[in-house]
């Protein structure tokens, strides 16, 4: 047994390592996540808060029995992978994406090529798709979105949202793309729907299409560490078109863009040179 000192001041978390490292290695088995390749104290304290809180000894005897229940095993994931969302997040930088990054790109594809990486719920394609169909109605334009996390895939798929969840959105968008359910959710419109490609993909293993326009990697990586940062943006920039652009979360400016060939467009959306 150790003690890690996790940089929370105060915090101290008591961990096997031979537990840890078990763990992982099942865990990776079973789902393909590597967790050696996010930030290691973060995920200990997350992981050990979960393991404490449900009341048992070990990372491997709590994963021993969340591997036999199905629905406690998605939520496992769930949690771990952290996939809040919500339509048109940071409204003042979807602003940008809708005024000023489409309409630059539309002038050189009419049709576009997009991917949302780490799509969660499926808000951030779904609005994008909204973007497109309001620009240029009967276009069609590839949206690919994908997620680690099967179950959250379901969910966007499906398309049934809360009011909490469409709180950036316009009136007259919610009018016009959703219909409210009989318990008061909001199902997102079929043809909204139809424009998306939804797929599992796990970034920091599979491999990448490329030839996009737009890359959106947002609220993603905040866990990854920085070496497993840099070889993602060094893959999306192979993945865009010359002249593409990578749209990243409002935390998560790139630093080292330079070193790999991007330039800052404006803060957060980074491009891949014309030449
Ligand atoms: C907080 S959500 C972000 C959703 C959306 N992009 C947004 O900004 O609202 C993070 C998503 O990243 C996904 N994710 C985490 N690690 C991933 C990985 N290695 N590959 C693909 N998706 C991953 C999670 O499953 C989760 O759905």
Excluded at 59 to 75: H, I, P, Q, R
Excluded at 97 to 112: D, F, G, K, W
Excluded at 153 to 181: M, W
């Amino acid at each position: 047994m150790y003690i890690l000192r996790n940089g929370k001041k105060g915090e101290i978390i008591e961990v096997n390592e031979h537990d840890w490292s078990t763990f992982k290695q099942k865990l990776n088995r079973k789902t393909g996540i590597d967790l050696d390749l996010y930030k290691e104290a973060q995920m200990k304290r997350r992981i050990n808060n979960l393991v404490m809180r449900k009341g048992y000894k070990s990372f491997t005897e709590y994963l021993d029995f969340v591997a036999k229940d199905k629905d406690e095993f998605a939520s496992f994931i769930e949690y771990l992978t952290i996939n809040v969302s919500e339509f048109f997040r940071t409204p003042e930088k979807f602003s940008e994406l809708e005024t000023v990054i489409i309409p630059e790109l539309l002038q050189r594809s009419p049709r576009l090529n997009i991917w949302s990486a780490g799509c969660s719920i499926g808000a951030e394609p779904y609005s994008i798709a909204m973007i497109l169909d309001e620009k240029t109605p009967g276009v069609k334009h590839r949206i690919l979105a994908s997620d680690l996390d099967v179950d959250i895939l379901n969910k966007a798929k499906t398309g049934i949202y809360s009011d909490n969840e469409l709180k950036a959105i316009s009136l007259g968008r919610k009018q016009k793309y959703f219909t409210k359910t009989a318990d008061g959710k909001f199902a997102v419109s079929p043809t909204i729907k139809s424009k998306i490609e939804f797929r599992r993909h796990n970034l920091l293993k599979d491999s990448f299409e490329n030839n996009f326009d737009l890359i959106l990697c947002r609220n993603v990586v905040i866990y990854f560490t920085e070496e497993a940062k840099d070889k993602l943006y060094k893959e999306f920039f192979k993945a865009l078109k010359p002249g593409g652009i990578l749209f990243v979360g409002g935390t998560e400016a790139v630093l080292n863009y330079r070193d790999m060939g991007y330039e800052n467009h404006r803060p957060f959306f980074y491009r891949r040179p014309l030449k």
